[in-house]
C-alpha cells in the first residue's frame, strides 16, 4: 500500500510540476500559485462541507496550518533560484528535500533493511541526476545555492507536517483544505506585495481564462499528491514513502520528453533507470 500511494504522489506532483511550468511561460509563477491553490480551495470546501470533515478538527490541524506557511516560502525560494540560476544544478538540489521526511523517520526509530537502505541511495542518486545537473559552464552563485537548499528543507517539512496532520480520511480533506487555505493566504499577501513593487500581476492579454483547466489541474494534482503521500507515510515506513514520493522530477522529465519532444541528457536517462532500480529495490526489500 505505501509503495502505491508513495508512487502516485511522484507521479501526481511529477505532472503538476510539469503542467505549471508550462504555464508559467505565459503568467507569473504567483499567479499560477495563488489561481491554482484557489481552484484547489474551492474544490476542498465543498468535500469538507459535503463530508462533514468539520467534525475531525483537532490540534493536529497545526501542522496543516504550519505545511499551508512552509510551502509557499520554499516554493518562492526555489523560484528565485531558479532565477538565478544555473538550473541544471539548482533543479537537482531542490529534489535533496527527501532528506527531511527520511531523517524524521530514522529518528522515530524506522530501519529499513539492507536492501531497502540501498534502494533508497540508489534512488536519491537517480533523482538528483534525472534533474540534469549541470557539472560544468556557468558558476553557481552563493545566494541561488542557500536559496535551493532552504527551499529543499522546506518542501521536506511540507512532506512531514502534512503526515502528521491527521490520521483519518475525512480528517485529511479538512487538513488539506486548511494547508491550502494557508497557501492562498501567504502566495496572495506575496502576489500584493509583488504587484506593489511594480511586477505585472497577469499577461499582457489580461487574466487566462482558457488556462483555467490547465490551472485546476495543477492545483488538484498538488493537493492529491499530498492526500496519496500522507496515506502512504501513516501505512508504512516514512523512509520508503518519502523516496518513492520523491522520484517526481523523473516524471516531469519524462512528461517533457513525451509531450514536448524535449530529449533526455545521457545524465538524466541514466538517472530515470537509477530511479527505477532504486524504486525496485524498495519494492522488494
Do not use: C
Not at 462541507?49 to 497545526?62: M, N, R, V, Y
Amino acid at each position: 500500500m505505501t509503495t502505491s500511494f508513495a508512487l502516485a504522489t511522484s507521479l501526481l506532483w511529477g505532472l503538476a510540476d510539469f503542467g505549471g511550468g508550462l504555464l508559467t511561460r505565459r503568467t507569473p509563477a504567483l499567479t499560477v500559485v495563488v489561481v491554482s491553490q484557489s481552484i484547489a480551495v474551492a474544490v476542498l470546501g465543498a468535500i469538507v462541507f459535503g463530508t462533514g470533515a468539520w467534525s475531525e478538527a483537532s490540534g493536529q490541524l497545526w501542522f496543516a496550518v504550519a505545511a499551508g506557511l512552509v510551502g509557499p516560502v520554499a516554493m518562492l525560494g526555489f523560484y528565485k533560484a531558479l532565477a538565478l540560476g544555473p538550473m541544471g544544478v539548482v533543479s537537482p538540489l531542490g529534489s535533496l528535500g527527501v532528506a527531511v521526511p527520511v531523517a524524521v523517520g530514522l529518528v522515530l526509530g524506522e530501519r529499513p533493511g539492507l536492501l531497502q537502505f540501498a534502494g533508497i541511495a540508489v534512488a536519491v542518486v537517480g533523482v538528483v541526476l534525472a534533474g540534469g545537473p549541470q557539472f560544468k559552464g556557468a558558476p553557481v552563485q552563493r545566494q541561488a545555492v542557500w536559496l535551493t537548499l532552504l527551499a529543499a528543507v522546506g518542501f521536506g517539512a511540507v512532506m512531514s507536517l502534512i503526515a502528521e496532520a491527521s490520521t483519518t480520511i475525512t480528517g485529511l480533506f479538512l487538513a488539506l483544505f486548511v494547508q491550502r487555505v494557508m497557501n492562498v493566504a501567504a502566495g496572495g499577501a506575496a502576489l500584493y506585495v509583488s504587484v506593489r513593487r511594480g511586477a505585472r500581476a497577469l499577461p499582457e492579454d489580461g487574466f487566462p481564462w482558457r488556462s483555467l483547466p490547465a490551472l485546476g489541474f495543477v492545483g488538484l494534482a498538488d493537493v492529491a499528491a499530498n492526500g496519496t503521500y500522507a496515506i502512504a507515510a501513516q501505512h508504512g515506513p516514512v523512509t520508503v514513502a518519502a523516496v518513492l514520493a520523491s522520484l517526481y522530477p523523473v516524471v516531469t522529465a519524462l512528461a517533457a520528453r513525451g509531450f514536448l519532444s524535449e530529449r533526455l541528457r545521457a545524465v538524466q536517462a541514466a538517472g530515470a533507470a537509477l530511479a527505477l532500480a532504486g524504486t525496485v529495490l524498495l519494492a522488494t526489500g
